[in-house]
């Protein structure tokens, strides 16, 4: 098993955890948590552009004017492409797929190589416990400000509690997660990740089933 130091709400040493080795020691390798992250966020993409082509535009059902005599050039329909108001040619729909297969043991080792990577470069920080009896930013500001963070940080609890995720809403570069929802581009975007102890037994319940 792998220990590391845990911390109460004061920032001080409280103790140690174990982690499980297979979860938390786990050789890194770069191109499989690149190919993880990017089917990530490409299977979370939303498409939100859509244009429509000459068929779904309105109007334009009868000639312009006639085929000749007039000195203008021939025009069938105003849905025309080439007209103002017309349709648009192979613009974006949101018929658009940019879903990525990935299987799903490779998906869940390579979240275990980024916790792994969490672990050895000092970046996982273990909370005996958190609980907060209001809603205070100022509060929580003065929690993590105590704890060895780096960087932008990613919050993660085994469980919600509205007190403590709407004190965080209003500090700049914190995520707020649940820790059985912990995914790679998450971790990756953000730094430290401070995390409970009941959210890292969270992890190796959950994540271990996927192994």
């Known amino acids: 098993m792998l220990k590391i130091k845990t911390y109460n ?3 001080k040493e409280s103790g140690e955890i174990e982690l499980s080795k297979e979860i938390f020691a786990v050789k890194r390798n770069d ?3 690149h190919q993880a992250f990017v089917a990530h966020i490409s299977n979370t993409r939303v498409v939100l552009a859509n244009t429509k082509d000459r068929g779904e535009v309105s109007g334009g059902g009868k000639k312009p004017w006639k085929q000749k005599g007039t000195g203008r050039s021939r025009h069938g329909s105003s849905r025309s492409p080439i007209w103002k108001g017309g349709g648009v040619t192979f613009g974006p729909t949101t018929e658009r797929n940019f879903s990525k297969k990935i299987n799903k043991k490779m998906k869940t080792k390579a979240l275990f190589m980024v916790l792994s990577s969490k672990v050895s470069d000092n970046e996982l920080i273990i909370l005996d416990d958190l609980s907060l009896n209001k809603v205070s930013t100022k509060i929580m500001k003065g929690i993590l400000n105590k704890l060895p963070t ?3 940080i990613l919050f993660s609890l085994d469980k919600k509690d509205d007190n403590i995720f709407k004190s965080i809403k209003n500090i700049s570069n914190i995520s707020v997660i649940a820790s059985d929802s912990l995914n790679i581009a998450d971790l990756l975007k953000n730094k430290t990740l401070v995390i409970n ?4 037994e969270d992890i190796e319940k959950v994540y271990s089933l996927h192994k």
């Open 9 to 11: 709400i004061e920032g």
């Open 197 to 200: 102890k009941k959210g890292i």
């Open 31 to 33: 191109d499989l948590i």
């Open 150 to 152: 780096k960087g932008k």
